[in-house]
């Protein structure tokens, strides 16, 4: 296995200890989750394009030319998705109220589980809108790089 892929390996097994340890509240406390495939898409989206934003000549896109093109635009629905699911959390906490995600939990940690829910939301969700766009660009740089000047 050579030295990229087993890089890549090891930052996917960091991720999904990384989405495990950040879901595992909402896994164990509340079964009717409502937002539990959007807030794992925004801890995988912020943790990996963050790491191919800094990391980018280490991974398997550096040489890849048409794929970053590609990828680039494949970037613009997924920061829709990502905006709108944001935009439809924020809206369901001012619609619905905060019961309609911890009303099952105990009173005494409502509050603590609201707070924690809504801030790594927000904190995974805005990072990952910021470094997906960061990264689109960063790799339309990158194509006019290696085309040009022959380095990533």
């Given at each position: ?48 394009m ?35 699911e ?26 603590n ?40």
């Open positions: 296995m050579n030295k990229k892929a087993q890089l890549e390996l090891y930052f996917w097994l960091f991720t999904i200890v990384v989405v495990i340890a950040v879901l595992l509240p909402m896994i164990t406390r509340l079964p009717d989750y409502p937002f539990f495939f959007a807030n794992t898409v925004f801890v995988i989206v912020a943790i990996t963050t790491r191919y934003l800094f990391l980018l000549k280490h991974t398997f896109l550096a040489k890849q030319q048409r794929l970053k093109v590609i990828v680039f635009f494949l970037f613009i629905p997924l920061v829709f998705y990502m905006v709108q944001l935009n439809y959390f924020q809206t369901f906490l001012d619609e619905q109220g905060p019961e309609a995600i911890v009303g099952a939990l105990p009173l005494s940690s409502q509050d589980m609201l707070t924690y829910i809504r801030s790594e939301i927000i904190l995974f969700g805005v990072a990952s809108i910021i470094s997906t766009v960061a990264l689109g660009f960063r790799l339309l740089i990158s194509v006019w790089r290696l085309r040009n000047r022959g380095k990533v």
